[in-house]
Protein backbone atom coordinates (compact mmCIF):
# COMPACT_ATOMS: atom_id res chain seq x y z
CA UNK A 1 0.00 0.00 0.00
CA UNK A 2 3.00 2.46 0.86
CA UNK A 3 4.20 1.95 -2.37
CA UNK A 4 1.00 1.96 -4.62
CA UNK A 5 1.65 5.98 -5.33
CA UNK A 6 4.80 4.83 -6.70
CA UNK A 7 3.66 2.51 -9.10
CA UNK A 8 0.53 4.55 -10.55
CA UNK A 9 2.55 7.35 -11.02
CA UNK A 10 5.65 5.20 -12.75
CA UNK A 11 2.61 3.77 -15.29
CA UNK A 12 1.45 7.42 -15.70
CA UNK A 13 5.54 9.27 -15.81
CA UNK A 14 6.16 6.05 -18.82
CA UNK A 15 2.74 6.43 -20.58
CA UNK A 16 2.37 10.24 -20.71
CA UNK A 17 6.10 11.30 -21.22
CA UNK A 18 7.95 7.73 -21.89
CA UNK A 19 9.99 8.69 -18.80
CA UNK A 20 10.65 4.74 -17.82
CA UNK A 21 13.67 5.60 -14.93
CA UNK A 22 10.15 5.62 -12.51
CA UNK A 23 9.25 2.31 -13.18
CA UNK A 24 12.85 0.89 -13.21
CA UNK A 25 12.55 1.62 -9.19
CA UNK A 26 9.48 -0.82 -9.28
CA UNK A 27 11.26 -3.19 -11.01
CA UNK A 28 14.39 -2.78 -8.32
CA UNK A 29 11.96 -2.82 -5.62
CA UNK A 30 10.08 -6.13 -7.25
CA UNK A 31 14.17 -7.62 -7.99
CA UNK A 32 14.92 -6.96 -4.37
CA UNK A 33 12.12 -8.54 -2.55
CA UNK A 34 12.22 -11.75 -4.94
CA UNK A 35 15.91 -11.80 -4.08
CA UNK A 36 14.94 -11.80 -0.31
CA UNK A 37 12.30 -14.43 -0.74
CA UNK A 38 14.85 -16.66 -2.87
CA UNK A 39 17.46 -16.56 0.04
CA UNK A 40 15.16 -17.22 2.75
CA UNK A 41 13.90 -20.71 0.50
CA UNK A 42 17.14 -21.95 -0.47
CA UNK A 43 18.47 -21.25 3.55
CA UNK A 44 16.01 -22.47 4.84
CA UNK A 45 16.11 -25.72 2.24
CA UNK A 46 19.76 -25.92 3.13
CA UNK A 47 19.39 -25.94 6.94
CA UNK A 48 16.42 -28.95 7.42
CA UNK A 49 19.57 -31.31 5.00
CA UNK A 50 22.23 -29.93 7.66
CA UNK A 51 25.29 -29.85 5.60
CA UNK A 52 27.84 -27.19 6.35
CA UNK A 53 25.39 -25.34 8.88
CA UNK A 54 27.41 -23.23 11.28
CA UNK A 55 25.52 -22.57 14.15
CA UNK A 56 23.05 -25.87 15.22
CA UNK A 57 20.36 -24.40 16.88
CA UNK A 58 16.52 -24.17 15.94
CA UNK A 59 15.24 -20.93 15.02
CA UNK A 60 12.25 -19.37 17.51
CA UNK A 61 8.95 -18.35 16.95
CA UNK A 62 9.77 -14.53 18.22
CA UNK A 63 12.51 -14.36 15.63
CA UNK A 64 10.06 -15.60 13.17
CA UNK A 65 7.49 -12.78 13.80
CA UNK A 66 10.09 -10.49 14.52
CA UNK A 67 11.51 -10.57 10.85
CA UNK A 68 8.34 -10.25 9.23
CA UNK A 69 8.81 -6.77 8.59
CA UNK A 70 12.25 -7.86 6.55
CA UNK A 71 11.14 -5.67 3.48
CA UNK A 72 10.71 -2.32 5.57
CA UNK A 73 14.31 -1.85 3.95
CA UNK A 74 13.59 -2.74 0.66
CA UNK A 75 10.30 -0.21 0.85
CA UNK A 76 12.32 2.88 2.69
CA UNK A 77 15.21 2.39 -0.01
CA UNK A 78 12.69 2.83 -2.74
CA UNK A 79 10.70 6.00 -1.62
CA UNK A 80 14.06 7.79 -0.72
CA UNK A 81 15.32 6.61 -4.59
CA UNK A 82 11.57 7.46 -6.15
CA UNK A 83 12.10 10.81 -4.03
CA UNK A 84 15.06 11.98 -5.20
CA UNK A 85 14.26 10.90 -8.73
CA UNK A 86 11.45 13.21 -8.31
CA UNK A 87 13.25 16.28 -6.57
CA UNK A 88 16.79 16.11 -7.40
CA UNK A 89 16.89 14.74 -11.00
CA UNK A 90 13.58 15.35 -12.21
CA UNK A 91 12.79 15.00 -15.90
CA UNK A 92 16.68 14.11 -16.95
CA UNK A 93 17.51 10.63 -16.70
CA UNK A 94 20.71 9.07 -16.18
CA UNK A 95 22.53 6.84 -18.97
CA UNK A 96 22.11 2.81 -19.12
CA UNK A 97 26.26 2.28 -18.61
CA UNK A 98 29.27 4.05 -17.74
CA UNK A 99 32.50 2.23 -16.86
CA UNK A 100 34.44 5.14 -14.95
CA UNK A 101 30.83 5.32 -12.75
CA UNK A 102 30.84 1.70 -11.97
CA UNK A 103 34.88 1.93 -10.72
CA UNK A 104 34.66 4.86 -9.14
CA UNK A 105 31.46 2.84 -7.11
CA UNK A 106 33.92 -0.38 -6.42
CA UNK A 107 36.99 1.87 -4.71
CA UNK A 108 34.32 4.28 -2.59
CA UNK A 109 33.03 0.97 -1.57
CA UNK A 110 36.45 -0.26 -0.61
CA UNK A 111 37.46 2.32 0.79
CA UNK A 112 35.00 4.68 2.76
CA UNK A 113 32.01 2.73 3.42
CA UNK A 114 33.69 -0.39 4.31
CA UNK A 115 35.57 2.12 6.88
CA UNK A 116 33.27 4.29 7.95
CA UNK A 117 30.37 1.25 8.15
CA UNK A 118 33.40 -0.74 10.13
CA UNK A 119 33.83 2.48 13.03
CA UNK A 120 29.99 3.16 13.13
CA UNK A 121 29.09 -0.49 13.42
CA UNK A 122 31.76 -0.38 16.53
CA UNK A 123 30.41 2.85 17.89
CA UNK A 124 26.88 0.92 17.85
CA UNK A 125 27.91 -1.55 20.20
CA UNK A 126 28.70 1.20 22.53
CA UNK A 127 25.93 -0.21 25.56
CA UNK A 128 24.02 3.19 24.97
CA UNK A 129 23.54 2.94 21.18
CA UNK A 130 23.68 -1.01 21.75
CA UNK A 131 20.71 -1.00 24.50
CA UNK A 132 18.46 1.24 22.72
CA UNK A 133 19.13 0.00 18.98
CA UNK A 134 21.75 -2.13 17.76
CA UNK A 135 20.16 -5.03 20.23
CA UNK A 136 17.52 -5.28 18.08
CA UNK A 137 19.54 -7.06 14.94
CA UNK A 138 21.64 -9.15 17.66
CA UNK A 139 18.31 -10.32 19.49
CA UNK A 140 19.01 -13.64 16.69
CA UNK A 141 21.83 -15.16 17.58
CA UNK A 142 20.82 -18.22 14.86
CA UNK A 143 20.94 -16.23 12.19
CA UNK A 144 18.51 -16.23 8.77
CA UNK A 145 19.23 -14.02 5.93
CA UNK A 146 16.53 -11.57 6.05
CA UNK A 147 18.31 -11.17 9.72
CA UNK A 148 20.46 -9.05 7.71
CA UNK A 149 18.19 -6.29 6.89
CA UNK A 150 16.12 -6.22 10.63
CA UNK A 151 17.18 -3.33 11.83
CA UNK A 152 15.03 -0.10 13.92
CA UNK A 153 14.56 2.59 11.73
CA UNK A 154 17.14 5.14 12.61
CA UNK A 155 19.91 2.45 11.93
CA UNK A 156 17.77 1.63 8.56
CA UNK A 157 18.46 5.42 7.56
CA UNK A 158 22.13 5.62 8.38
CA UNK A 159 22.81 2.31 6.55
CA UNK A 160 21.32 3.95 3.73
CA UNK A 161 23.41 7.14 3.87
CA UNK A 162 26.39 5.01 4.26
CA UNK A 163 26.35 2.15 2.67
CA UNK A 164 24.31 3.40 -0.56
CA UNK A 165 24.32 6.74 0.18
CA UNK A 166 28.26 7.00 -0.38
CA UNK A 167 28.67 5.44 -3.54
CA UNK A 168 25.48 6.50 -4.86
CA UNK A 169 25.76 10.34 -4.21
CA UNK A 170 29.24 10.85 -5.11
CA UNK A 171 29.42 9.48 -8.45
CA UNK A 172 25.97 11.80 -9.37
CA UNK A 173 28.15 14.68 -8.64
CA UNK A 174 30.96 13.12 -10.36
CA UNK A 175 28.29 13.03 -13.46
CA UNK A 176 29.42 8.93 -13.33
CA UNK A 177 26.79 7.32 -11.92
CA UNK A 178 24.69 4.92 -14.32
CA UNK A 179 21.21 2.69 -14.08
CA UNK A 180 23.50 -0.17 -14.35
CA UNK A 181 25.86 0.99 -11.43
CA UNK A 182 23.22 1.56 -9.04
CA UNK A 183 21.26 -1.78 -9.66
CA UNK A 184 24.38 -3.66 -9.69
CA UNK A 185 25.64 -2.41 -6.47
CA UNK A 186 22.48 -2.61 -4.70
CA UNK A 187 22.01 -6.24 -5.66
CA UNK A 188 25.86 -7.03 -4.25
CA UNK A 189 25.19 -5.36 -1.13
CA UNK A 190 21.48 -7.36 -1.25
CA UNK A 191 23.52 -10.57 -2.13
CA UNK A 192 26.48 -9.81 -0.04
CA UNK A 193 24.28 -9.52 4.09
CA UNK A 194 22.10 -12.51 2.84
CA UNK A 195 24.98 -14.52 2.34
CA UNK A 196 26.77 -13.35 5.79
CA UNK A 197 23.34 -14.01 7.27
CA UNK A 198 22.75 -17.73 5.77
CA UNK A 199 24.40 -19.89 8.90
CA UNK A 200 25.58 -21.82 6.02
CA UNK A 201 29.05 -21.72 4.86
CA UNK A 202 29.11 -21.27 1.23
CA UNK A 203 32.50 -19.91 0.19
CA UNK A 204 34.09 -23.01 -0.96
CA UNK A 205 37.86 -23.40 0.14
CA UNK A 206 39.64 -23.18 -3.44
CA UNK A 207 38.31 -19.37 -3.37
CA UNK A 208 41.15 -18.91 -0.64
CA UNK A 209 43.55 -21.32 -2.10
CA UNK A 210 43.32 -19.06 -5.50
CA UNK A 211 43.91 -16.00 -4.59
CA UNK A 212 45.09 -15.88 -0.53
CA UNK A 213 44.25 -12.09 0.03
CA UNK A 214 40.47 -12.77 -0.58
CA UNK A 215 40.93 -14.00 3.04
CA UNK A 216 40.85 -9.80 3.99
CA UNK A 217 38.42 -8.45 1.18
CA UNK A 218 35.52 -11.23 1.25
CA UNK A 219 33.58 -12.23 4.74
CA UNK A 220 32.03 -15.98 5.02
CA UNK A 221 28.87 -16.80 6.25
CA UNK A 222 30.63 -18.45 9.56
CA UNK A 223 32.91 -15.32 10.09
CA UNK A 224 29.71 -12.85 10.53
CA UNK A 225 28.18 -15.89 11.87
CA UNK A 226 31.31 -14.85 14.83
CA UNK A 227 29.71 -11.66 15.41
CA UNK A 228 26.47 -12.72 16.33
CA UNK A 229 27.47 -15.36 18.86
CA UNK A 230 30.81 -13.76 20.49
CA UNK A 231 29.47 -10.09 19.93
CA UNK A 232 32.73 -7.98 19.87
CA UNK A 233 34.40 -9.33 17.34
CA UNK A 234 33.53 -9.57 13.49
CA UNK A 235 32.44 -5.67 12.88
CA UNK A 236 33.04 -5.85 8.97
CA UNK A 237 30.26 -5.22 6.60
CA UNK A 238 31.31 -7.50 3.83
CA UNK A 239 35.07 -7.03 3.89
CA UNK A 240 37.34 -8.23 7.08
CA UNK A 241 40.76 -6.10 6.14
CA UNK A 242 39.32 -3.72 8.89
CA UNK A 243 39.03 -5.94 11.70
CA UNK A 244 42.19 -7.34 11.15
CA UNK A 245 44.25 -3.58 10.72
CA UNK A 246 42.57 -3.18 14.00
CA UNK A 247 42.76 -6.64 15.85
CA UNK A 248 38.61 -6.94 16.30
CA UNK A 249 38.62 -10.30 14.37
CA UNK A 250 37.86 -13.36 16.23
CA UNK A 251 40.46 -15.52 16.76
CA UNK A 252 38.71 -18.74 16.24
CA UNK A 253 37.43 -17.36 12.69
CA UNK A 254 39.57 -19.24 10.25
CA UNK A 255 38.44 -22.69 12.69
CA UNK A 256 34.78 -22.31 12.49
CA UNK A 257 34.76 -21.87 8.88
CA UNK A 258 36.87 -25.45 8.68
CA UNK A 259 34.95 -27.23 11.22
CA UNK A 260 31.23 -25.81 9.25
CA UNK A 261 32.79 -26.87 5.80
CA UNK A 262 33.30 -30.02 7.39
CA UNK A 263 30.43 -30.24 8.79
CA UNK A 264 27.86 -33.51 6.94
CA UNK A 265 23.85 -33.88 5.99
CA UNK A 266 22.22 -34.26 9.22
CA UNK A 267 20.67 -38.02 9.87
CA UNK A 268 17.45 -37.33 11.58
CA UNK A 269 16.03 -40.32 13.99
CA UNK A 270 12.40 -39.85 12.36
CA UNK A 271 10.66 -39.21 9.15
CA UNK A 272 7.57 -37.44 8.65
CA UNK A 273 6.54 -38.12 4.92
CA UNK A 274 4.05 -35.94 3.42
CA UNK A 275 2.54 -35.02 0.00
CA UNK A 276 0.78 -31.81 -1.66
CA UNK A 277 -3.23 -31.76 -0.93
CA UNK A 278 -4.97 -29.20 -2.58
CA UNK A 279 -3.35 -26.72 -4.97
CA UNK A 280 -2.61 -23.69 -1.97
CA UNK A 281 -0.81 -26.80 0.20
CA UNK A 282 2.55 -25.91 -1.53
CA UNK A 283 2.06 -22.70 0.74
CA UNK A 284 1.85 -24.75 3.86
CA UNK A 285 5.46 -25.62 4.10
CA UNK A 286 8.48 -23.36 6.12
CA UNK A 287 10.46 -22.84 3.26
CA UNK A 288 8.16 -20.24 1.29
CA UNK A 289 6.17 -17.55 2.85
CA UNK A 290 5.46 -17.01 6.63
CA UNK A 291 2.96 -15.57 7.01
CA UNK A 292 0.98 -18.42 5.01
CA UNK A 293 2.76 -21.46 6.35
CA UNK A 294 1.89 -20.08 9.94
CA UNK A 295 -1.90 -20.21 8.89
CA UNK A 296 -2.45 -23.24 6.69
CA UNK A 297 -5.93 -23.75 7.78
CA UNK A 298 -7.21 -20.27 7.01
CA UNK A 299 -8.47 -19.14 4.24
CA UNK A 300 -7.18 -16.51 2.15
CA UNK A 301 -8.50 -14.33 -0.77
CA UNK A 302 -5.61 -12.81 -2.28
CA UNK A 303 -4.50 -16.45 -2.99
CA UNK A 304 -7.26 -16.46 -5.70
CA UNK A 305 -5.56 -14.11 -7.29
CA UNK A 306 -2.01 -15.58 -7.02
CA UNK A 307 -3.37 -18.46 -8.78
CA UNK A 308 -1.26 -18.30 -11.85
CA UNK A 309 1.82 -18.22 -9.71
CA UNK A 310 0.36 -21.19 -7.38
CA UNK A 311 -0.32 -23.43 -11.07
CA UNK A 312 3.35 -22.38 -12.39
CA UNK A 313 4.98 -23.38 -8.66
CA UNK A 314 3.03 -26.44 -8.67
CA UNK A 315 3.63 -27.64 -12.06
CA UNK A 316 7.46 -26.75 -11.62
CA UNK A 317 7.51 -28.76 -8.14
CA UNK A 318 5.28 -31.76 -9.35
CA UNK A 319 7.26 -32.22 -12.85
CA UNK A 320 10.84 -31.73 -12.70
CA UNK A 321 10.96 -33.10 -8.81
CA UNK A 322 9.97 -36.80 -8.28
CA UNK A 323 11.83 -37.84 -5.39
CA UNK A 324 10.96 -36.68 -1.79
CA UNK A 325 13.07 -34.33 -0.43
CA UNK A 326 13.38 -32.20 3.72
CA UNK A 327 11.85 -29.26 4.00
CA UNK A 328 11.66 -29.06 7.35
CA UNK A 329 13.45 -29.78 10.79
CA UNK A 330 12.37 -30.16 14.31
CA UNK A 331 13.90 -31.08 17.29
CA UNK A 332 12.10 -32.50 20.02
CA UNK A 333 14.54 -33.29 23.22
CA UNK A 334 17.21 -35.33 21.98
CA UNK A 335 15.41 -36.83 18.71
CA UNK A 336 15.66 -35.27 15.72
CA UNK A 337 12.83 -34.88 13.42
CA UNK A 338 12.89 -34.23 9.48
CA UNK A 339 9.41 -33.56 7.59
CA UNK A 340 10.03 -35.04 3.75
CA UNK A 341 7.71 -33.97 0.66
CA UNK A 342 7.27 -35.94 -2.13
CA UNK A 343 6.50 -33.55 -4.48
CA UNK A 344 3.10 -34.88 -5.78
CA UNK A 345 -0.54 -33.94 -5.25
CA UNK A 346 -3.37 -36.42 -3.47
CA UNK A 347 -4.50 -37.50 -6.45
CA UNK A 348 -1.12 -38.41 -7.99
CA UNK A 349 -0.72 -40.26 -4.75
CA UNK A 350 -4.16 -42.31 -5.19
CA UNK A 351 -3.39 -42.87 -8.44
CA UNK A 352 0.39 -44.42 -7.93
CA UNK A 353 -1.12 -46.52 -5.19
CA UNK A 354 -3.93 -47.89 -7.32
CA UNK A 355 -1.44 -48.65 -10.23
CA UNK A 356 1.54 -50.43 -7.77
CA UNK A 357 -1.86 -52.51 -6.57
CA UNK A 358 -2.71 -53.68 -10.14
ZN1 LIG B 1 26.69 -5.73 15.62
ZN1 LIG C 1 24.36 -9.25 11.46
Same mark, same amino acid.
Given at each position: ??????????????????? !? $?????????????? *? !???????????????????? @??????????? $?????????? @????????????? !? +?????????????????????????????? *????????????? *????????? +??????????????? #????????????????? !?????????????????? @???? *????????? #??????????????????????????? +? @???????????????????????????? $?? $?????????????????????????????????????????????????????? +?????????????????????????????????????????
Amino acid at each position: MVLAPLVIDSIYSYASMRD !G $EKLLIVALTVWRIV *H !GQIWISVSRYLTAKGAKRIV @NKSIEFDQVDR $ERTWDDQVIF @NSLVIYLLKLYVL !G +TNTLPFWRLDGMALVVLLHVGPVEFIYYWF *HRALHHHFLYSRY *HSHHHSSIV +TEPITAVVHPFAEHI #SYTIIVAGIPIVTTFLC !GTVSHVSIFLYISYIDFM @NSMG *HCNIELIPR #SFFSLFPPLKYLLYTPSFHSLHHTQFR +T @NYALTMPIYDYMYGTNDKSSDSLYETSL $EQ $EEEKPDAIHLTHLTSLDSIYHFRLGFSSLSSHPLSSRCYLVLMRPFTIIISFIL +TSFSSRAFVFERNRFRDLTIHSHLLPKFSSHVCFYSLFSNL
